[in-house]
């Protein structure tokens, strides 16, 4: 997952095909496509002035190619 600051990531196509999820608050915006129902980019509730992106979801990134540390959010 990659994350920015507001206004540095511009959605080009496909609006129309993501859903928008809130939870309880509605302060976090996690956005999925209705198509295939892949989890696209969030906006955080701890600080909705970023996003988070899922690096899959960007053309010209081979997101296996990502070194990524693991994160066992069971066992915090």
Same mark, same amino acid.
């Given at each position: 997952?990659?994350?920015?600051? =507001?206004?540095? @990531?511009?959605?080009?196509? &496909?609006?129309?095909?993501?859903? +928008?999820?809130?939870?309880?608050?509605? $302060?976090? =915006?996690?956005? @999925?496509?209705?198509?295939? &129902?892949?989890?696209?980019?969030? +906006?955080?509730?701890?600080?909705?002035? $970023?996003?988070?992106?899922?690096?899959?979801?960007?053309? &010209?990134?081979?997101?296996?190619?990502?070194?990524?540390?693991?994160?066992?959010?069971?066992?915090?």
């Amino acid at each position: 997952m990659l994350a920015g600051e =507001e206004g540095s @990531f511009q959605l080009l196509n &496909g609006a129309d095909k993501l859903s +928008k999820y809130q939870f309880g608050t509605e $302060i976090a =915006e996690h956005y @999925f496509c209705t198509n295939c &129902g892949i989890y696209t980019h969030h +906006k955080p509730r701890s600080n909705p002035k $970023i996003f988070r992106v899922n690096a899959g979801c960007l053309d &010209g990134v081979d997101s296996f190619s990502i070194k990524a540390a693991m994160f066992d959010g069971a066992n915090i």
